[in-house]
């Protein structure tokens, strides 16, 4: 089964009287295990796409199946309770808590989960994820004492630390230099290779969704492709949404 | 439970994180907690002050009159029967607790001489030493005299001030002899000012003596027959003196020599003597009640009434002081109520503004909260539990200093000051309550955010 199935998503934004259709019906589907790019110039919708995906928004119509579950109806709060227990979110801006460390910035996430994590698994959970990234010996530094790539790896760290079904990550290289973007990119392919964490990349750089398995275009608010780039046995296929009616109204 | 120990924790340490903005947002709580700490001690200092002045006016006096007698459906007024002793006076004191002293009274009348000199003073009053504590008079000269002094019948007497510049001028009266009624009493002690009362009288045209030698030794105290003067209840016990001299005797009769067959009916003691009026003062003015329901409860058994029949002596209060004192504190502590609300308030707005501040400043963060599973409720309750937090601490640093303050009010200007238990418990919960109420909006805007625009936030 499909991790993640839309269904016909359409989310028009009513600005005054103007009513904006940013997507204007996507429907797609990624498999567990996957890795895949979203692409897209600014404005195309990528990131609203993204909100939705990543529980952050919901939908105008149109169907969500996360796991086996449809989302796109939930509560504040529920999706609230879903992003804590199946999501995990890597961010251009890393998004750490200032003058508080690693090793507690990772463990935050725990404090609103309903799993009961005692302060002692989540603590052995966080260094354990933070060895994962390579960050064994900075557990204890304040994120202004560590370099962006550091602070970015310490982010994943953080995502990863409720053992989420998906990870979204929007422009994670975004403030990174190429060097470093090399790296998280390399940690993140690794991450899914070697754990099978299904991965998903929001990006405008070709370069970054390069290293994905699979990117998925996003041209006015409608799926322009879903080719499976590097040819991998996917389990899903991104359906060419039909665009009935919908004229290509930029936002 | 554990979610609530997660909150705080998470609460505590974004305090921390940020040590001199908690440190300025708490200074107005502080600050106003002091304020409310130290008005209330000083002001309960002073306010006991005033009461205590108000009190030596007299307004936790109790006054104890025998009952009126009535016959043929006349009645003779309040003293018209002689129901008070001297062992009433000393069982109210000793069976009472709520009664703080007490002193039986004799009125006496007549001219004071000394020298080529002659006055007539407003009250010549027999009494006790403890007459000196319940009307809080102390002697400016001399002494009062003594329990001993009652005892003996001494003629030894205390004048007040204006009697003093009557007969005396610009002499010392202490220790010479004046004359009342062809008596000589030795003066002892002369009173302080005390002025005019109430009812334009002056208190200070005074003589006391001891009630025993007022009562034995003066011929024609209580001035006229019981009819027409409620303060001649004395009137028949002068008709017996009178015969008897100068001394009191065994042979003092009050009532009339009864029958063998009543004697054995109704076992009455003989009572000794009678007083005009017995002088309560109370603890404080509000066991004014508690005591004259201890009163009546004790006169009623010493006097053997029956269930039902009516109470042979009357007990009155000073209402009108009563209440002025009432109202005093009243508006004392009202007065102190509202500063210190204001104070509170203004620290609470303070603590608003700060919290307002700060959930803007952490906008990112509690998008970032949000996007990683904190629901509304968890980023409510982490900044109000924050701003309870601050208030909590500010109100404990407060409490101190406040403290402090008073200590030091106390040390450098004399006033007086009262540690206030009341102040500290309302303080901190006053506190707590701040901490909710002023913390709540921010707190609730933080918790309505929403997660795509806050990570957004720059």
């Known amino acids: ?251 | 439970m554990r979610m609530f120990y997660k909150t705080l924790r998470t609460a505590i340490h974004a305090m921390r994180r940020n040590v001199m903005r908690s440190i300025l947002t708490t200074l107005g709580i502080i600050i106003g907690i002091a304020a409310v700490i130290a008005i209330m001690e000083i002001g309960q200092g002073s306010s006991s002050a005033i009461q205590a002045r108000i009190a030596s006016m007299g307004a936790n006096t109790l006054m104890v009159f025998p009952g009126q007698a009535a016959s043929g459906g006349i009645s003779w007024g309040v003293g018209s029967v002689m129901s008070l002793t001297p062992l009433d006076a000393e069982t109210i004191a000793k069976d009472c607790p709520d009664a703080a002293y007490v002193a039986p009274t004799v009125r006496g009348k007549g001219q004071v001489i000394y020298g080529n000199r002659n006055w007539v003073p407003m009250q010549t009053t027999g009494t006790t030493p403890e007459f000196m504590h319940i009307r809080e008079w102390p002697v400016s000269e001399g002494d009062f005299f003594t329990d001993r002094d009652v005892r003996n019948s001494s003629k030894v007497c205390v004048i007040g001030q204006t009697l003093k510049r009557e007969l005396f001028g610009d002499e010392a009266p202490v220790g010479k002899e004046l004359r009342v009624q062809n008596v000589s009493f030795r003066v002892v002690g002369v009173l302080e000012r005390k002025g005019a009362n109430m009812m334009g009288m002056d208190q200070d045209d005074i003589l006391l003596a001891p009630w025993t030698t007022v009562k034995y030794r003066l011929s024609g105290s209580g001035s006229s027959a019981a009819p027409s003067s409620s303060g001649s209840s004395s009137a028949a016990s002068n008709a017996v003196n009178s015969l008897n001299g100068l001394y009191p005797s065994s042979s003092v009769k009050l009532y009339a020599d009864i029958s063998a067959i009543q004697a054995a009916d109704t076992p009455m003691p003989v009572r000794f003597a009678n007083v005009d009026q017995i002088i309560v003062a109370t603890r404080s003015s509000s066991a004014i009640p508690s005591a004259m329901k201890e009163i009546t409860q004790v006169l009623r058994e010493r006097h053997r009434l029956k269930g039902d029949d009516p109470d042979d002596f009357q007990i009155r209060d000073m209402t009108e002081m009563t209440n002025t004192l009432t109202a005093t504190t009243g508006m004392v502590t009202m007065l102190l109520l509202c500063v210190a609300m204001i104070s509170l308030v203004v620290g609470g707005v303070g603590i608003m503004n700060i919290m307002l501040v700060s959930v803007t400043e952490r906008t990112r963060e509690i998008g970032l909260r949000m996007a990683v599973g904190a629901r509304g409720m968890d980023i409510l309750f982490q900044f109000l539990i924050e701003s309870v937090l601050l208030c909590l601490v500010g109100g404990s640093l407060g409490i101190l200093i406040g403290r402090g303050a008073s200590m030091l009010v106390t040390k450098l200007a004399g006033w007086p000051v009262q540690a206030s238990v009341t102040a500290i418990i309302l303080a901190v919960s006053v506190s707590v309550v701040v901490g909710v109420v002023f913390g709540f909006y921010p707190a609730w805007k933080a918790s309505r955010l929403d997660p795509i625009e806050a990570l957004r936030y720059e």
């Open chain 1, 1 to 251: 089964m499909d991790l993640i199935r839309l269904n016909n998503i359409v989310k028009t934004y009513y600005l005054g009287e103007v009513d904006v259709p940013v997507l204007k019906g996507v429907s797609l589907a990624i498999g567990r295990g996957e890795m895949v790019a979203l692409m897209g110039v600014s404005g195309s919708g990528k990131s609203t796409l993204m909100n939705i995906l990543g529980c952050l928004d919901t939908p105008t119509s149109g169907e969500f199946w996360l796991d086996g579950q449809e989302v796109s109806k939930l509560s504040r709060d529920q999706r609230a309770g879903v992003r804590n227990r199946m999501l995990g979110f890597v961010f251009q801006s890393f998004n750490l808590l200032p003058r508080t460390s690693a090793l507690e910035n990772v463990m935050m996430p725990l404090n609103y989960s309903r799993n009961g994590w005692s302060d002692r698994e989540a603590r052995a959970r966080a260094v354990k994820l933070l060895e994962l990234v390579g960050l064994g010996d900075r557990m204890h530094h304040y994120s202004s004492q560590l370099s962006g790539g550091q602070q970015q790896r310490v982010a994943i760290a953080r995502a990863l630390v409720n053992e989420p079904s998906v990870l979204f990550a929007d422009e994670p290289t975004g403030n990174l230099d190429s060097k470093t973007s090399e790296e998280v990119l390399r940690m993140f392919q690794k991450l899914n290779a070697e754990e099978g964490i299904t991965i998903l990349l929001v990006t405008h750089d070709a370069a970054v969704a390069g290293h994905a398995k699979r990117t998925i275009h996003i041209r006015d608010g409608m799926i322009a492709n879903g080719l499976h780039e590097e040819g991998t046995a996917g389990a899903g296929e991104a359906v060419q949404a039909d665009a009935a009616g919908k004229t290509g109204v930029k936002p």
